[in-house]
């Protein structure tokens, strides 16, 4: 189940970066790097407890992505990664 999600994470960063001034190579690395700072958020949510907060980020209950915590600290993550 992680490997799909993983997966997934790879394909949809690929392709949200596709328009920028990274060749494709470098582009699939910072995806990868990205995808793999999800995963390891991810398994440190539900390893410490925070299921509830994981099963938040993937629902769909009408809350704005952007107030839950995973989102917020995957966003800071990503920002790093890509500079």
């Known amino acids: ?7 997934l994470a790879v394909q949809k960063l690929t392709e ?3 328009p920028n ?7 699939q690395e910072a995806a990868n790097e990205g995808t793999n700072a999800f ?3 991810i398994q440190e949510k539900i ?8 099963q938040d980020f993937f629902s ?7 107030s839950n915590g995973i989102f917020q600290n995957m966003q800071g993550k990503l ?3 890509f500079q």
């Open 16 to 18: 949200r970066m596709g």
């Open 60 to 66: 769909k209950n009408g809350n704005s992505m952007e």
């Open 1 to 7: 189940m992680l490997d799909i999600l993983k997966n």
């Open 47 to 54: 390893g410490g407890g925070g299921l509830n907060q994981v």
């Open 39 to 41: 995963m390891q958020m």
């Open 79 to 81: 920002v790093e990664i």
């Open 21 to 27: 001034s990274l060749g494709q190579k470098e582009t």
